[in-house]
């Protein structure tokens, strides 16, 4: 089952002389339970892709269907809300709130939703995430591949349709960046959640079940099995 359909996506900015086409016309799709890499040279459309499956910024034309919702048919008032549901993200710079434990940030998507957290999922998922011994600790008292645990804990919290990860290894080493690595794969074998990487990093490729490589605004390769880098 396709989670993800995207038909002849673009986005431009400025005009005339000024005119940037940050995507041309990029048409994809990705089923439930795939962990895909989007790799490229800086310029190439990434952040854009990302903004745009994310519904982060309109685009000039195409569509974006998650879990069979036409994302910029919706208001944007309803946007923000199946983003907040359904779409689960990951940065690079972690974005945990300073004032909140671990478990608060993990559970925070929730709470913002008005929801009651599942205790148990939660309480698993802080366990499969290692962080049993450091619930109760704030951020600043935290290794950076500790907050980034955190940050793939809050994007999975409310089981959402997928979950959008932007360079998420850049500002760790590489051991605590395989560490990441692995648990955005156990996400995807243990909880079935769908997965994907914006990142130059080509370990990250390497591990993914599809590559998708990007240039000068062009979905230029589809590769399975990390084997097109």
Known sequence: MNVISVD?????????STLVQALKGVSFS?????F???????????????HML???????????????????????????????????????????IPVLNVEENIQLPLLLDHRQ????????????L??????????????GGQQQRVAIGRALAYRPAIVLADE???????????EVLELLKLAVRQYHQTVIVISHDMNVAAEADRVLRLQDGL???????????
């Open 8 to 16: 002849g996506l673009s986005r431009s900015y400025g005009k005339g």
């Open 54 to 96: 994310g519904g982060l910024d309109k685009p000039t034309g195409g569509h974006v269907h998650i879990d069979g919702e036409d994302l910029y048919g919706l208001k944007e008032k309803e946007r923000a809300v199946f983003r907040r549901r359904k779409i689960g993200f990951i940065f690079q710079s972690y974005n945990l």
């Open 130 to 143: 290692g962080l049993d011994q450091r619930r109760k600790h704030l951020p600043s008292e935290l290794s």
């Open 219 to 229: 979905l230029i390769s589809d590769t399975y099995g990390g084997k097109g880098e």
């Open 168 to 178: 998420p290894t850049g500002n760790l080493d590489s051991a605590n960046g395989r």
């Open 117 to 128: 957290p599942d205790k148990t999922y939660i309480n698993d998922l802080i366990h499969t």
């Open 30 to 34: 990705i089923r439930q339970g795939e």
């Open 36 to 50: 895909v890499a989007v790799v490229g040279a800086s310029g190439s459309g990434k952040s854009t892709l990302l």
